[in-house]
């Protein structure tokens, strides 16, 4: 069974920077959408945020919230999807989960936890 699994996550004061990963354990074909979710503290019961995605043809979108601060990238070869996060804020606080979809599959990461705070 295919795996996502996701590391980078950690504790970081306000205006540091970490770097998530998300890597499939074999390749389940053309991964048309990857994302990152986020879900914040509190709010288990609502939607989990979208914050970026990337399409198959490189198209990028991110969250009102993470734009001039977040970057997202993927390696096609690995199967893998990062997201580099700087001048991370307070409110930036919450599980990360990867999300992939290709034509055969959707998969979703365990969540890393990321912490801001001084």
């Known amino acids: 069974q295919v795996q996502l699994v996701e590391s980078g996550g950690g504790l970081v004061q306000p205006g540091g920077s970490l770097r998530l990963s998300c890597v499939a354990s074999?390749?389940?074909?053309?991964?048309?959408?990857m994302a990152w979710y986020r879900q914040a503290p509190g709010k288990q019961r609502e939607k989990r945020e979208l914050v970026a995605h990337v399409s198959s043809s490189d198209d990028i979108n991110y969250a009102e919230s993470v734009k001039g601060r977040f970057i997202i990238s993927r390696d096609n070869a690995k199967n893998a999807v990062y997201l580099q996060m700087n001048d991370l804020n307070l409110d930036d606080t919450a599980v990360y989960y990867c999300?992939?979809?290709?034509?055969?599959?959707?998969?979703w990461g365990q969540g890393t936890q990321v912490t801001v705070s001084s």
């Open positions: 074999r390749s389940i074909g053309n991964l048309y959408y």
């Open positions: 999300n992939v979809r290709s034509s055969i599959a959707i998969l």
